[in-house]
């Protein structure tokens, strides 16, 4: 049983950083570590004692579930989140728009497999960007492959006319189920073109899961611009590994897939914009954030309302505290990283001309568990001053920091020369929800969220101060 | 998205280790360092593909849910781990006798506010080693304190035939909630014999728990040995703020507690055993494991199946990769650590005259969640050897090494100047399932299980290798 009160950590952080100073430096560097250290446990304990992030969240996800861009979700959470960073008296709040897709996922999901006299239900969810099945259904011949290479094997003659099965199982044995993903996720984004190419007449996808249950998890598909979109689903893993067996006794099978999904026109749509004002170099912006919109299966809780409530957090904090940062303090919601992106370019094409100068870019989108520490993609100088922050990090276990990270709707802002910097999660039950019906408020826990938004605030007030 | 495969964590930690070395041993460092990292990598994919502890968990779980000591389903957890050890084939498994007490907590388990004409329920369960209350229950006004100097000053003037009602609040703003249990739990283990003193009828507990809701958390509290038991229990969260609230307004207001828990006499019982024998150094001893025994409200899956099973696994793994150690790794399934520590004294008592030198004993209880690092008590000479394997840790998320540390099952190992070391994994979500009904199978992980079991393995393989 450990009984470390929370002074300790100051002391040693002074300690270490110490270490770094000449004996005239040195009582410099322990004191700026002292008083660094002091407003960091300032943060955390406002944060945990006080934070409504966690609350926050429970009323995006009961009132908004459902927030695929285009859809009437999305449109209320637009509101519902301009007005809570209204309430809390920013120095500005606004929505900037849009145009997004409004892919819908419809009501019929539905997979059959028949085999001889056995008739089998199989567990599906349509993919973002998928294509209707026919009236009545599409029913065809399955043919199985696990990678790109197995596909081209087959050749237009192997293809079609049939429905492509791709099982691709993420690979257990990598610690960070976030390498499992990228390694299997492919064959989700663009498994369905290659298979249309061959002339594939449908698509089916191994859920990308570590998960074995029968929760499929959903996701986009790209097709070329000018490709016909076929119809493509996702198989939980417990449907793959079923048909993967029966596939094994009869390889002439039949899969009827019925889908009725459909895409419509462009809808216009926002990010939801809330700053504190810097009071001494207000052109100089440190924004964050995470996306509001969501996949639709089920609350959006951890990808990626999480990191939506705790980037305001991060201004309540502030707020709390009577923090008058240096620089703009900016948080956007953006909205459609899930199919396009569109809310994250529109906003790095509106910083490419605003006259601002965006110093650092603060993601969090990788689920609301216990914060680990943080990812940067930066240039040397950038890098090195992020890092130089590891042990004020570390007695908040948030401490591990490393190159290499950042996030999908900060991406964009590469061009401009920003820090790009990603919170890093515990990401062992990430998958188990991602994407899929069992991504709800109750898998979140109150501490977890709030420690990653007291991560979030410790470090924007380190770049405040310090510049990066 | 990253996406590093795992051999570059080997190329890595070369490249650290190799820092230390000067060049002559460089090379040798690193093929060293080299062949460290492949082994661990080797236990990881061994674990996390074909891991065996979550299944084992879920089988003694729902099997053997109650099992403390002294229990028909302690006794039953005995005999289906002592079964499962056999099964692997290992070199001995035995039962370690011991005398365990047994406490029953009985079918009644009611709290009653009256204040006026309202009457509400306060959802509670005895603490273990509570007395019953009189035939029709124990009924008499509550006098709240937060901390024993507010008892003291009550004196037994203030507190004689009444129910005293510890209030005291997990402190939130601790980053760990190992620290907030290590501040809080002492008004459960110590408060009733504190408030007998002065004559209390009874005492009432706020459960030990960040979590705000209605799961009462039971645990043990300690009378001294001549000492008469009172009865005691904990309240949910939310009882003791509703009890509180309605304490401002009606200081009169009466409790009636109703419990028939009873304390039975002592019963034979054991510590489970199991070891691969070392084939160079036999008579030296690396010990690891977790306890069988487990609080009552839930299935004991997080405290301590988990760690059980993560031991069990160590062995398994270590078989499965046809590993033939050097010196002899022992898994003891520790009973009765939640109430008695019998189990772990009469281990203790037992290597005490064994002929063996037990040179490091690590233990698993704080959780089955995701892992982060282990912690040692020992001296300089083991605590340096420890910390030297940092570098082969981090790449699997498991290298926060540092000093304090242990369990309390290896704690009697001390005097034999055994190097103790505890997993540590993520903390946050612990005390939501700690000794309450939430502690169940459901609430584990198979990956985050999986990876501590791997991780214990890669240290018992490193100590084993090294020494320590």
């Known amino acids: ?67 695929l861009s285009g859809s009437a979700g999305a ?22 728009p849009c145009m997004v897709p409004h892919w819908e996922r419809g009501t019929v999901e539905r997979g059959t497999v028949t085999s001889g006299k056995v008739v ?100 986009n598909t790209r097709f070329d611009s000018l490709q016909v979109h076929i119809p493509c689903a996702a198989l939980s893993t417990e449907a793959a590994d079923m048909l993967s067996t029966m596939l094994k006794k009869d390889a002439k099978l039949r899969f009827k897939l019925e889908l009725n999904c459909r895409q419509l026109p462009d809808v216009l749509s926002y990010n939801v914009v809330g700053e504190i004002r810097g009071r ?29 409530m705790q980037s305001v957090e991060v201004l309540r904090v502030m707020k709390a505290l009577d923090i008058k940062p240096r620089r703009t303090i900016r948080v956007v919601l953006w909205m459609n990283e899930e199919n396009g992106l569109r809310g994250a370019n529109a906003y790095a094409a509106w910083a490419m001309k605003c006259g601002e100068t965006h110093i650092a870019a603060i993601e969090s989108d990788a689920g609301g568990f216990s914060p680990r520490g943080f990812g940067i993609s930066g240039n040397a100088s950038q890098t090195a001053n992020f890092m130089r922050w590891k042990p004020l990090l570390e007695p908040f276990g948030i401490g591990d920091l490393h190159t290499g990270g950042g996030g999908a709707d900060i991406g964009p802002l590469d061009t401009l020369g920003t820090a790009l910097i990603g919170l890093e999660p515990d990401q062992q039950r990430y998958f188990d929800h991602h994407h899929a019906q069992t991504d709800v408020f109750s898998a979140v826990n109150r501490r977890e969220l709030l420690l990653g938004a007291a991560g979030m605030c410790s470090l924007v007030w380190l770049i405040d101060r310090k510049g990066i």
Chains 1, 2 share one sequence.
């Not at 207000?282 to 996306?291: A, Q």
């Open 1 to 67: 049983m450990k009984k470390t009160l929370l002074l300790i950590p100051v002391i040693i952080v002074a300690g270490v950083i110490s270490l770094n100073f000449s004996s005239d430096k040195l009582q410099v560097g322990e004191k700026e570590a002292d008083a660094d250290s002091l407003m960091i446990s300032r943060i955390y304990k406002e944060a945990l004692n006080n934070g409504k992030a966690y609350d926050q969240l429970g009323m995006l996800c009961a009132r908004y579930p459902k927030r």
């Open 75 to 96: 449109a209320g959470a637009v509101e519902f989140c301009r007005d809570l960073m209204k309430d809390m008296k920013l120095d500005s709040v606004w929505l900037q």
């Open 120 to 219: 089998k239900a199989a567990k599906l969810c349509a993919l973002g960007n998928s294509a209707a099945t026919p009236a009545g259904g599409l029913q065809a011949e399955v043919v199985q492959v696990s990678t790109f290479d197995e596909l081209a094997g087959l050749g237009e003659k192997g293809v079609k006319g049939k429905i492509v099965f791709y099982n691709h199982p993420f690979i257990d044995e990598l610690i960070s189920p976030f390498d499992a993903y990228g390694e299997a996720a492919r064959y989700r984004t663009r498994g369905p073109a290659e298979a249309q190419k061959l002339g594939a007449a449908g698509v089916l996808v191994r859920s990308m899961t570590h998960a074995h249950d029968n929760n499929p998890h959903t996701g």
């Open 280 to 308: 001494e170099l207000p052109k100089e912006v440190i924004v964050l954030g995470g996306h509001l919109d969501a996949w639709d299966l089920g609350e959006g809780a951890h990808d990626d309302g999480a990191g939506c």
